[in-house]
């Protein structure tokens, strides 16, 4: 396990000294991030949960939200849909 001077951690595979293929991100603020990287970026399926409350589940590109996903904040309202480069895109819904 890799612990970072500022309180988090990382758990999982490394390439080339940086996180790449499966692995768990603890941040000092109580996010987690759980899932695939490619050199030290999230990037494919994974589980973002945040100190706050909120969850994201779905895909990332180079480090941002990309593709299916599924947004669900503190107070219950959930997004359903696509994502691009991080923003909302393209079909999905809201509950």
Avoid at 12 to 21: H, I, L, M, P, R
Wanted: net charge positive; aromatic share 18%.
């Amino acid at each position: 396990m890799w612990r970072g001077i500022f309180g988090d951690s990382y758990l999982g595979q490394w390439k080339n000294s940086k996180a790449d293929g499966h692995g768990v991100h603890q941040w000092k603020n109580g996010d987690r991030y759980e899932g695939s990287w490619v050199n030290c970026l999230k990037h494919g399926k994974a589980t973002d949960m945040f100190a706050n409350g909120d969850v994201y589940t779905g895909n990332y590109a180079y480090g941002k939200p990309d593709g299916a996903g599924i947004y669900k904040w503190k107070n219950g309202s959930i997004y359903t849909g696509e994502f691009k480069e991080g923003l909302k895109n393209g079909f999905g819904e809201w509950k």
